[in-house]
């Protein structure tokens, strides 16, 4: 049912023909590359993916702000910067904007940056 989803959201944003600056132009974009490992929403915006590389340490920019943890994520995750990605969850689904900070984390020091940043114990 998510890759319903998914591909839905994708065909919807090609349809509008819109290009903007969150266009997501990765033809890999249908390719899961990861999960959101820790969140904290609504009280931090600050949040953890666990890819195929490690832990990606990302910051919510805008878009779908409706998340939690083990929702999958698709697009660019494991990439530094800002970046558009899809996310599919149990409850809603649709497109965020986000800053990668850094990729390939460990999960301790994933655990550590997530802690820290979201005042949580």
């Not at 509008?16 to 249908?30: C, N």
């Not at 899961?32 to 919510?60: E, K, Q, Y």
């Amino acid at each position: 049912m998510n890759f319903l989803i998914v591909l839905a959201l994708t065909l919807s944003l090609t349809w509008t023909g819109a290009v903007d600056e969150h266009e997501m132009r990765d033809p890999d974009i249908l390719a899961r590359t990861g999960d959101i490992a820790l969140d904290n929403w609504p009280f931090c915006d600050f949040f953890v993916i666990h890819t195929d590389h490690g832990f990606s340490l990302a910051m919510w920019q805008s878009g779908m702000w409706i998340f939690g943890e083990g929702d999958d994520v698709y697009g660019p995750a494991d990439q530094v910067g800002r970046q558009s990605i899809l996310l599919a969850g149990t409850i809603t689904s649709g497109q965020m904007t986000v800053e990668i900070e850094a990729v390939g984390a460990s999960l301790a020091a994933a655990q550590a940056a997530f802690y820290k940043r979201c005042k949580v114990r």
